[in-house]
């Protein structure tokens, strides 16, 4: 029933079935939204709403990259949130149901650029840095990310703004806020390694030296400098930053300045996530949630992952005032067929820290509307479903909330396409109730602090061959490094991006992945950097995976190491994954999600596919609407090319 009155609900995100989700004063709210363009024709709109979406997102601030200019933030002090009123009602008015997580974009407006110039972002010359189209906001000057001015104006139109909310007419229908900021409204930095040389960045990096080093004599061990000072610190020019001394790495004997600022330069961005997740939390009296773009280790950004400020995803998953994190849908590996659909984080480690992951679904259909082409846009109707059904099943085998995606407006005008979106909306809601418990037993490490002792052109990339994995026939749960002790055992462990080593590292690799006879694949050069002595020497990679300089394999007693130097097919690890006891829902070299309740195959080629489950239970295909029971838990599906089943193995989802 929708909640009447003008009372602010209380919003929570607590463990349900396995994952985490959205409470709304003390029940469970199902996390299926869409994403409105204010610019697009409002019958879009209402066709989406009628089909129950019941959760509208979209986007509001004094500036935005894409949309017209408003007067919300009139000067230091003088706020009009007309604009806004002017939104929520026009929405309510075609969807009378609808709950709101309104998207607040706080780049300031023009008139705090031009009254605040020693505030804004600089390059290494002393010159304030203009955007270029590389930042998706050509031309503009913007804030430096360590001004405190901008950060305390800034707090006083934000606090101002979710005050206002909360004590409106639609108080009732506010369900939190996405904060964002930088380039696309997802937290990148604008400006790459030519920026950020304002010395309020400079006074921020310094002190954040003094709280990891304490004193001078420590600093100058650490940086192998005996003339450093904390008041001698400068940020590394952008030419020392393009320019690693030690092949693809920052040389720890001559470029540890270069590697503590990096570190900095991708919490400061997390550090200013929190603070503004904090005003959100406080003006709105610890009800309302907070949801942000970042974490994406799993998707090339823009100027690169060493400038992206994205590589700090463990310090806001630690946050106590940010409890939701999303991505748009990868954009690698979205075609259908040899694609696959992926989060653009480390899903488990976002589950792990009882935050809830929304997936923005933002997939190119076959609808000719202005902004529906790229080249992931599907032909026909026929191949939108299908790419829609294995959207679906990702974040439900997952447990992920969603939003719909209709960016320039028509984009799911199909008059065949709306009943079935409806039929996915409604199953993506009863999956809520459903176990959504893990039943991955891969695990595929990213350790995000690997990425500052690394070049801007070096490969790998943390987010380099992810695709080839979705085909292995067997679900994946993606986690950081730094989350590995929270998570569940697994028979095979991926060590995807992970460079470093340290005391507590290493004894958590015995404690917890060289044990049970576990298989463990290394990429690359793992351990290479000994970071407690900081040390760059490929014998400390023996310290990580016990195989001796040369060797690729070896059975220890209770597991099995595999040093590999490039990505390997799906047909090398679905074998690594047979050796080490993993089962495989799909030989075929298709894609499986799965959890306790649901799986979801997706097809290249045509035929007759047979799946495998751990167990036989009785099967019902919601994309087909017809039970099935398994036979000695093998289930053959005749299929058609790029075709999708999502599959239910709960009594809750049987229609």
């Given at each position: 029933?929708?909640?009447?009155?003008?009372?602010?609900?209380?919003?929570?995100?607590?463990?349900?079935?396995?994952?985490?989700?959205?409470?709304?004063?003390?029940?469970?709210?199902?996390?299926?939204?869409?994403?409105?363009?204010?610019n697009?024709?409002?019958?879009?709109?209402?066709?989406?709403?009628?089909?129950?979406?019941?959760?509208?997102?979209?986007?509001?601030?004094?500036?935005?990259?894409?949309?017209?200019?408003?007067?919300?933030?009139?000067?230091?002090?003088?706020f009009?949130?007309?604009?806004?009123?002017?939104?929520?009602?026009?929405?309510?008015?075609?969807?009378?149901?609808?709950?709101?997580?309104?998207?607040?974009?706080?780049?300031?407006p023009?008139?705090?650029?031009?009254?605040?110039?020693?505030?804004?972002?600089?390059?290494?010359?002393?010159?304030?840095?203009?955007?270029t189209?590389?930042?998706?906001?050509?031309?503009?000057?913007?804030?430096?990310?360590s001004?405190?001015?901008?950060?305390?104006?800034?707090?006083?139109?934000?606090?101002?703004?979710?005050?206002?909310?909360?004590k409106?007419?639609f108080?009732?229908?506010?369900?939190?806020?996405a904060?964002?900021?930088?380039?696309?409204?997802?937290?990148f930095?604008?400006?790459?390694?030519?920026?950020?040389?304002?010395?309020?960045?400079?006074?921020?990096?310094?002190?954040?030296?003094?709280?990891?080093?304490?004193n001078?004599?420590?600093?100058?061990?650490?940086?192998?400098?005996?003339?450093?000072?904390?008041?001698?610190?400068?940020?590394?020019s952008?030419?020392?930053?393009?320019?690693?001394?030690?092949?693809?790495f920052?040389?720890?004997?001559?470029?540890?300045?270069?590697?503590?600022?990096?570190?900095?330069?991708?919490?400061?961005i997390?550090?200013?996530?929190?603070?503004?997740?904090a005003?959100?939390?406080?003006?709105?009296g610890?009800?309302?949630?907070?949801l942000?773009?970042?974490?994406?280790?799993?998707?090339?950004?823009?100027?690169?992952?060493?400038?992206?400020?994205?590589y700090?995803?463990?310090?806001?998953?630690s946050?106590?005032?940010v409890?939701?994190l999303?991505?748009?849908?990868?954009?690698t590996?979205?075609?259908?067929?040899?694609?696959?659909?992926?989060?653009?984080?480390?899903?488990?480690?976002?589950?792990?820290?009882?935050?809830?992951?929304?997936?923005?679904?933002?997939?190119?259909?076959?609808?000719?509307?202005?902004?529906?082409?790229?080249n992931?846009k599907t032909?026909?109707?026929?191949?939108?479903?299908?790419?829609?059904?294995?959207?679906?099943?990702?974040e439900?085998?997952?447990?992920?909330?969603?939003?719909?995606?209709?960016?320039?407006?028509?984009?799911?005008?199909?008059?065949?396409?709306?009943?079935?979106?409806?039929?996915?909306?409604?199953?993506?809601?009863?999956s809520?109730?459903?176990?959504?418990?893990?039943?991955?037993?891969?695990?595929?490490?990213?350790?995000?602090?690997?990425v500052?002792?690394?070049?801007?052109?070096?490969?790998?990339?943390?987010?380099?061959?992810?695709?080839?994995?979705?085909?292995?026939?067997?679900?994946?749960?993606?986690?950081?490094?730094?989350?590995?002790?929270?998570?569940?055992?697994?028979?095979?462990?991926?060590?995807?991006?992970?460079?470093?080593?340290?005391?507590?590292?290493?004894?958590?690799l015995?404690?917890?992945?060289?044990?049970?006879?576990?298989?463990?694949?290394?990429?690359?050069?793992?351990?290479?950097?000994?970071?407690?002595?900081?040390?760059?020497?490929?014998?400390?990679?023996?310290?990580?995976?016990?195989?001796?300089?040369?060797?690729?394999?070896?059975?220890?007693?209770?597991?099995?190491?595999?040093?590999?130097?490039?990505?390997q097919s799906?047909e090398?690890?679905?074998?690594?994954?047979?050796?080490?006891?993993?089962?495989?829902?799909?030989?075929?070299?298709?894609?499986?999600?799965?959890?306790?309740?649901f799986?979801?195959?997706?097809?290249?080629?045509?035929?007759?596919?047979?799946?495998?489950?751990?167990?036989?239970?009785?099967?019902?295909?919601?994309?087909?609407?017809?039970?099935?029971?398994?036979?000695?838990?093998?289930?053959?599906?005749?299929?058609?090319p790029?075709?999708?089943?999502?599959?239910?193995?709960?009594?809750?989802?049987?229609?």
């Amino acid at each position: 029933m929708f909640l009447r009155g003008e009372m602010l609900p209380k919003m929570k995100i607590t463990m349900y079935n396995g994952v985490p989700a959205m409470f709304m004063n003390g029940k469970p709210k199902e996390g299926v939204a869409l994403w409105v363009n204010q610019n697009s024709d409002d019958i879009f709109y209402k066709h989406l709403a009628d089909i129950g979406l019941d959760i509208t997102l979209f986007t509001f601030g004094p500036h935005t990259w894409f949309l017209p200019l408003n007067e919300s933030w009139q000067s230091y002090d003088k706020f009009d949130f007309f604009p806004l009123d002017e939104m929520f009602e026009r929405y309510v008015s075609l969807n009378p149901k609808t709950f709101f997580i309104p998207r607040i974009y706080i780049y300031p407006p023009q008139w705090w650029i031009d009254e605040n110039p020693d505030q804004l972002r600089m390059t290494d010359d002393g010159k304030t840095y203009v955007c270029t189209e590389e930042d998706y906001f050509e031309g503009k000057k913007v804030p430096c990310i360590s001004s405190l001015k901008w950060r305390e104006d800034t707090k006083k139109y934000l606090a101002a703004l979710v005050k206002h909310c909360s004590k409106s007419k639609f108080a009732n229908r506010m369900l939190g806020y996405a904060i964002s900021y930088e380039n696309t409204e997802e937290w990148f930095y604008w400006g790459g390694d030519k920026i950020e040389y304002n010395p309020c960045h400079l006074e921020a990096f310094k002190n954040w030296l003094k709280n990891k080093y304490k004193n001078n004599v420590i600093l100058k061990k650490a940086w192998k400098n005996k003339d450093i000072t904390f008041d001698a610190v400068k940020i590394p020019s952008t030419n020392e930053r393009r320019n690693p001394q030690a092949g693809d790495f920052f040389s720890p004997e001559t470029q540890m300045a270069i590697i503590d600022f990096y570190r900095f330069h991708h919490h400061q961005i997390a550090d200013t996530i929190d603070y503004f997740s904090a005003v959100v939390k406080k003006a709105s009296g610890n009800r309302s949630l907070v949801l942000i773009f970042y974490g994406y280790s799993l998707q090339p950004t823009p100027r690169g992952q060493l400038e992206s400020g994205h590589y700090a995803l463990g310090e806001l998953l630690s946050s106590k005032n940010v409890d939701m994190l999303c991505s748009p849908t990868s954009y690698t590996g979205r075609e259908l067929g040899t694609g696959f659909s992926i989060f653009m984080a480390p899903q488990m480690s976002v589950k792990l820290n009882k935050k809830l992951w929304w997936d923005e679904n933002d997939m190119r259909t076959h609808t000719d509307f202005p902004g529906n082409s790229d080249n992931w846009k599907t032909k026909t109707l026929k191949d939108t479903i299908s790419m829609q059904w294995r959207q679906v099943g990702n974040e439900i085998c997952n447990g992920a909330a969603c939003w719909w995606m209709d960016q320039t407006g028509g984009w799911f005008e199909d008059p065949e396409l709306l009943p079935i979106m409806k039929k996915m909306d409604e199953i993506s809601k009863k999956s809520t109730h459903c176990d959504r418990s893990s039943v991955a037993e891969i695990a595929v490490i990213i350790d995000e602090q690997s990425v500052f002792i690394r070049g801007k052109n070096a490969m790998p990339l943390s987010s380099d061959d992810i695709v080839p994995l979705g085909h292995i026939g067997s679900p994946i749960d993606f986690i950081l490094l730094s989350d590995l002790e929270k998570a569940k055992p697994y028979k095979l462990y991926y060590f995807k991006y992970c460079y470093r080593i340290n005391k507590k590292i290493l004894m958590m690799l015995k404690r917890i992945v060289k044990k049970n006879n576990n298989f463990v694949v290394w990429l690359d050069k793992p351990g290479i950097f000994d970071e407690d002595n900081n040390i760059l020497d490929e014998k400390n990679m023996e310290l990580m995976t016990g195989l001796k300089i040369g060797e690729e394999r070896r059975a220890f007693k209770d597991w099995t190491s595999i040093l590999i130097h490039r990505s390997q097919s799906p047909e090398w690890f679905r074998n690594v994954c047979k050796e080490a006891g993993v089962h495989i829902y799909l030989d075929t070299g298709d894609i499986v999600y799965a959890n306790k309740s649901f799986v979801c195959a997706h097809f290249n080629e045509g035929g007759q596919k047979q799946l495998s489950f751990p167990e036989t239970k009785k099967v019902f295909d919601i994309t087909q609407n017809i039970g099935i029971v398994p036979n000695n838990k093998k289930l053959v599906i005749e299929t058609e090319p790029l075709a999708t089943s999502l599959l239910s193995l709960s009594d809750k989802v049987s229609k």
